[in-house]
Nanobody
């Protein structure tokens, strides 16, 4: 089994910073890309940032220049450094990994449970 767990959310004021962490664990053969999505109440789940197997990164326009996605010292860990936070960043943030299980035949997406980020005015 593969599990993805994220943490680091909380309540911050406008202009503040948070760093989210995500770890994939279990019977993992390899990790391809990892990324972050977010979902605000009544809104769809949108891509925030992703990092692929070659370390190339992609950012949504609404976070580019403020957020940074990076891998940890092992490929099953990923971080999201969030700076200059705005009230509109308030959402549940989800980590996702494209991961091949140790006995699997293909890569599939594994999702975390989400962590709440709230930015006050």
């Amino acid at each position: 089994q593969v599990q993805v767990v994220e943490s680091g959310g909380g309540l911050v004021q406008t202009g503040g910073s948070l760093k989210l962490s995500c770890t994939a664990s279990g019977s993992i053969f390899s990790v391809n890309s990892m990324g972050w999505y977010r979902q605000a109440p009544g809104q769809p789940r949108d891509l925030v940032a992703k990092i692929d197997s070659g370390e190339d990164t992609t950012y949504a326009p609404f976070v580019k220049g403020r957020f940074i996605i990076s891998r940890g010292n092992v490929r099953n860990m990923v971080y999201l450094q969030m700076n200059s936070l705005k009230p509109e960043d308030t959402a549940v943030y989800y980590c996702v990994g494209l991961i091949k299980h140790s006995v699997g035949s293909w890569y599939r997406q594994y999702w975390g449970q989400g962590t709440q980020v709230t930015v006050s005015s």
